[in-house]
């Protein structure tokens, strides 16, 4: 199977910045999407920042040019680079990885546990 494991999350004053890591294991052929999600109390599940195989990104609104995914193609890894904190951005990140796990397979998505990232204000 597969693992997906985020890392990063603390507790950060406001305009500060944090950097996260998720690093997916296992039964990997290749990895097409890795994306960013984030939850808040009481409000649904949201896609934060996206990224393909070929590095093409997509941000929410609410992030664009303060937030930055990238990835390491050769460490099945990707990171959100989280610049200009607000309180509004606490929650738990999760990260999901579409995983084709063998040449003949289709993605399948897996999803890591999640990691909490709480602004102060």
């Known amino acids: 199977q597969v693992q997906v494991v985020e890392s990063g999350g603390g507790l950060v004053q406001s305009g500060g910045s944090l950097r996260l890591s998720c690093e997916a294991s296992?039964?990997?052929?290749?990895?097409?999407?890795m994306d960013w999600y984030r939850q808040a109390p009481g409000k649904q599940r949201e896609l934060v920042a996206t990224?393909?195989?070929?590095?093409?990104?997509a941000y929410a609104d609410s992030t664009t040019g303060r937030f930055a995914i990238s990835r390491d193609n050769a460490k099945n890894t990707a990171y959100l680079q989280m610049n200009s904190l607000k309180a509004e951005d606490t929650a738990v990140y999760y990260c999901?990885?579409?995983?084709?796990?063998?040449?003949?397979?289709?993605?399948?998505?897996?999803w890591g546990q999640g990691t909490q990232v709480t602004v102060s204000s």
């Open positions: 296992g039964i990997i052929f290749s990895i097409s999407a």
């Open positions: 999901k990885a579409d995983v084709v796990m063998t040449r003949w397979s289709t993605p399948r998505s897996f």
């Open positions: 990224i393909t195989s070929g590095d093409s990104t």
